[in-house]
């Protein structure tokens, strides 16, 4: 398949000019002493990694952050040359390439430190780390009660000219949720944890533990730096907190298809695998070339909704691996209508929101688990050259 007629067949458009105004909106919500970090893990949550890191660096990101170091290498064998922080290491994973390539490794444990040190002595060459702290979210992040063992070796290893410490961090367990006593609490220990680290010598350059909704809502949780991931995409962290619209916020996905049949049927006509949905009366069906191996979720069959011809339809039966089907209700349509799943809604279509809702679960599944056989199409992308180098390491 060629990507033309890939594009025929469905895409994902997005709107590079939204995600810069997103990265501006972000950016007024914080001080003019703390920083930005654009996470770009997943494949920037499924848009499409190295245009979306340019283009946040393009807005003020003066971080890039990733899960996995493969990531975080792809974006330098790209080209860019910005800070980049990458958090999700394991045994044996590619230290010394990371120090190489002037990485911001982030250390949760010994085992860690142990490799990280390793490979500096190989490279010759000190690893910028980044210690994570456990504040409460129970996940990645060394507890408290081995902090002080961690922050020893870690300063041993400093002195020793084999790592920088660079940032003391830590994640929230539930800033989505209004008002809940983890916050507050996590924010107590991580007062603990930096004021012990500071006190036995590091000097950090970044403290930082705010995500996309704390830096939305909970401010003293700013620091020197903000991770902002979902919202920088124009999506809400999280319903409760309020709409993109409250933020200042505008999707940047919007996924489309060609109807690729239409056709009549009686009424009784059983429709998808295990005939779930029957048609009530005599209507037209129409055929969309998306399935859950695009990341249409099959928990949305006979929910998820659909603009097609000026109306909203349903997912009519199960959705099937390439493909669904949605109950016209006897309109006419042609082969080769758009069909919107989602977008910014400003022409009635849903919105991810929407497609969260009818398969139960966050938006963030939603952009993320969109397929690779999806093509992406950049709107706005600017030259390469340029912004993405005006952001060096330091």
Same mark, same amino acid.
């Given at each position: ?22 990265? !501006? ?46 990531? /975080? ?22 230290? !010394? ?27 010759? !060459? ?27 070796? #870690?300063? #041993?290893?400093?002195? /020793? ?23 507050? #609490? ?106 859950? #191996? ?68 966050? /938006? ?8 690779? !056989? ?21």
């Amino acid at each position: 398949m060629t990507q033309t007629s890939a594009a025929l067949r469905a895409r994902a458009e997005v709107d590079l000019a939204a995600l810069r105004g997103n990265v !501006r909106a972000l950016r007024s919500r914080v001080g003019p002493g703390t920083a930005l970090m654009g996470v770009v893990k997943s494949d920037a949550y499924g848009h499409g990694m190295v245009p979306v890191a340019r283009a946040a660096l393009e807005a003020g990101a003066t971080w890039l952050g990733t899960a996995t170091p493969q990531e /975080a290498l792809a974006l330098r064998a790209a080209g860019i040359t910005s800070r980049v922080m990458c958090w999700l290491w394991t045994p044996g994973d590619p230290w !010394r390439e990371g120090i190489e390539a002037d990485l911001d490794m982030s250390v949760s444990g010994m085992w860690a430190l142990r490799e990280v040190v390793a490979a500096a002595r190989e490279a010759h !060459r000190p690893a910028r780390i980044q210690l994570k702290a456990d504040t409460g979210l129970g996940r990645n992040g060394c507890q408290p009660a081995d902090w002080p063992a961690l922050v020893a070796a #870690a300063l #041993a290893a400093q002195d /020793a000219g084999e790592v920088t410490v660079t940032g003391l961090w830590s994640h929230f367990a539930c800033a989505d949720e209004p008002g809940h006593p983890s916050i507050a #609490a996590q924010l107590d220990v991580f007062h603990e944890m930096l004021a012990y680290a500071e006190k036995q010598g590091v000097e950090p350059e970044v403290r930082h533990i705010a995500n996309s909704p704390a830096t939305l809502t909970v401010a003293e949780s700013h620091f020197d730096l903000v991770r902002t991931g979902i919202a920088m995409y124009g999506i809400s962290p999280s319903p409760e907190l309020g709409t993109p619209q409250d933020f200042g916020l505008r999707p940047v996905m919007t996924l489309s298809a060609s109807v690729a049949l239409v056709k009549q049927v009686p009424g009784g006509h059983g429709v998808s695998y295990g005939h779930h949905y029957l048609t009530d009366r005599e209507t037209t069906l129409g055929l969309i070339p998306l399935g859950y #191996a695009d990341g249409i979720p099959r928990h949305a069959s006979g929910r998820g909704p659909v603009l097609v011809g000026g109306a909203w339809r349903r997912v009519a039966g199960r959705v099937a691996m390439d493909q669904f089907v949605v109950d016209l209700s006897g309109d006419t349509v042609e082969p080769g209508t758009t069909a919107v799943l989602f977008g910014p809604g400003d022409h009635g279509e849903p919105t991810v929101e929407d497609w969260a809702e009818a398969a139960d679960t966050i /938006a963030y599944e939603i952009v993320t688990r969109i397929g690779a !056989r999806v093509p992406r199409v950049h709107l706005g992308e600017r030259p390469e050259a340029g912004p993405a180098e005006d952001h060096q390491p330091g």
